[in-house]
């Protein structure tokens, strides 16, 4: 209970949500040592986007007891709220929901990590050392972050004000404040890693809204604003490279290519970066005042070298139907995948839909034949405040645009899409399991015709 409170604490919730937060904690705590039983029909690992979105579905499917969720925190997140958070123009709050609450009610919460999962004997190990036993298993443990990967970097996101990520809970609520402490003539530096990530399109979204608040509050003029990505090109699909690329001349913000984040020195305030592929090995260090860290990502520590991971370390399954290409009783949806789309909720929410059917397959004994995932995903790029490139494309990196408007434009219209609706469509239909994506609406749009 204590490190409950802490968390409330840092978190900055309202009288009202705590009293909820613990209610919801006690009940599922209680729900917890209602059964002894270790053996289920389902059983998924992790609860965040996909690993909801998958739980509400097979509750529904199997019913009460007979699904298992295994997820260490109490708050599920909605990560990508956390652009706004950032920004200023949301709360962490508003992204955060106790997990118990987030969870279907009559699947069972069993608080714990996963250490490893054996599936020549359809077994989960939880660190804990509980045993679990499934019929089937879903992974959705999503990725890690390897701030460890660039020295220093974790010192001056503990100690350094001017120093913030938006993709960690712990330091997305610094982002904000360290974009009221900057000072005029200053230089602000936003990095991007080497792929993969999750929304790859982040790293910048958070740097148009800085330029943004400079304008907005006289602050532009004299300051520089630095994009340092790992990465030979803005944006991986070239619409909407064109539109970025057009974008970062008009506000004047310097784009340094084939710079990746090595270290941090917080006591100088410097930021060392190594130039990608130089030979000899060639590092530059620059000042900052504001320093946005993206770290590098990797599937979670217990998969790599796990039966069920490819080489990098994520769960190899199929691209069209996401089942295992060896396993038939184990599937991953969300980040953990290796499903090779550009990893966000927009991917989730089309693979919820893919794998449904995918799993329909596997319980008739056969093999999936129906709609097979075409990599569908979406990056909703924050231009500045109340302006939206809303990216959409497949895993060949073609545009797959749901509006019957070039999306390739900055819009108001997807400001309000991400702020507004998208929250709703995140809480009330995907973690419930009853978002597929925009895919009927792009098909209405087009009167049934094309992709
Ligand atoms: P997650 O939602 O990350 O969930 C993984 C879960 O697994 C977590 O709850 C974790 O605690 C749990 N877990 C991890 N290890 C273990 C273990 N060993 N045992 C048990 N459980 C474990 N997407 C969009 O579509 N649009 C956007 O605009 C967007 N913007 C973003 C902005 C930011 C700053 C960030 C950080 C993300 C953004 N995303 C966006 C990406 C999106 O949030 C993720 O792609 C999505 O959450 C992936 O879902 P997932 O279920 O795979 O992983
Ligand atoms: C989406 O489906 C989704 O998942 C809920 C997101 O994550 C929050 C998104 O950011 C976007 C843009 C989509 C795509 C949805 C539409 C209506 C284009």
């Known amino acids: ?55 509400a579905k097979m509750t529904r499917k199997f019913g009460k007891g007979n699904v298992a969720v295994v997820e260490p925190h109490d708050i599920h997140y909605y990560q990508a709220m956390f652009t706004l958070v950032g920004s200023g123009h949301k709360s962490l709050t508003q992204a955060a929901r106790p997990m118990g609450k987030s969870l279907p009610r009559d699947a069972k919460w069993i608080k714990d990590s996963v250490a490893s999962v054996e599936p020549d004997s359809n077994t989960v190990v939880t660190s804990s050392g509980l045993k679990l036993e499934y019929d089937m298993l879903i992974v959705a443990v999503g990725v890690q972050l390897n701030f460890d990967k660039i020295s220093g970097s974790l010192e001056a996101l503990e100690s350094d004000p001017r120093v913030c990520s938006n993709f960690s809970a712990n330091y997305v609520n610094k982002t904000h404040k360290a974009f009221q402490a900057f000072p005029k003539g200053g230089t602000a530096i936003f990095t991007m890693p080497p792929l993969p990530i999750k929304c790859p399109g982040a790293p910048q979204k958070i740097m148009y809204l800085f330029d943004d608040y400079l304008r907005k509050n006289g602050l532009r003029e004299g300051s520089r604003v630095l994009y340092n990505t790992n990465l030979p090109v803005i944006f991986g699909v070239k619409k909407y490279a064109d539109a970025l690329l057009e974008v970062v001349k008009q506000r004047d913000i ?180 009853r978002w597929h994506g925009p895919r009927v609406f792009r098909k209405l749009f087009r009167f049934g015709m094309g992709k």
């Open 1 to 55: 209970m204590a490190q409950l409170v802490k968390k409330i604490g840092e978190l900055g919730l309202h009288n009202r949500q705590v009293t909820h937060l613990i209610a919801t904690r006690a009940a599922a705590a209680s729900y917890s040592t209602q059964s002894e039983k270790s053996s289920y029909k389902c059983v998924i690992l992790g609860g965040g986007s996909g690993g909801c979105a998958m739980a």
């Open 254 to 433: 310097t784009v340094n290519f084939q710079h990746n984040l090595i270290g941090v020195d917080h006591t100088k305030g410097e930021a060392t970066f190594a130039k990608v592929g130089a030979d000899p090995v060639e590092n530059v260090t620059m000042n900052y005042d504001l320093l946005h860290i993206s770290p590098s990502m990797s599937a979670p520590e217990f998969l790599k070298g796990s039966p069920i991971a490819n080489e990098a370390g994520f769960v190899d399954v199929s691209k069209e139907h996401l089942q295992h290409t060896k396993y038939d009783n184990i599937f991953a949806i969300g980040d953990c995948s290796s499903a090779p789309t550009s990893k966000t909720a927009a991917a989730v929410a089309a693979e919820s839909g893919i794998l449904s059917g995918t799993i329909e397959a596997f319980l008739k004994g056969q093999k999936p034949s129906g709609l097979q995932y075409d990599g569908y995903t979406s990056c909703p790029l924050t231009t500045k405040g109340g302006k939206i490139i809303l990216a959409e494309f497949d895993y060949n990196g073609q545009p797959l645009e749901t509006f019957p408007v070039n999306q390739g434009k900055e819009r108001l219209s997807m400001w309000y899409l991400k702020k507004d609706a998208m929250p709703i469509i995140y809480w009330q239909m995907l973690i419930k399991g």
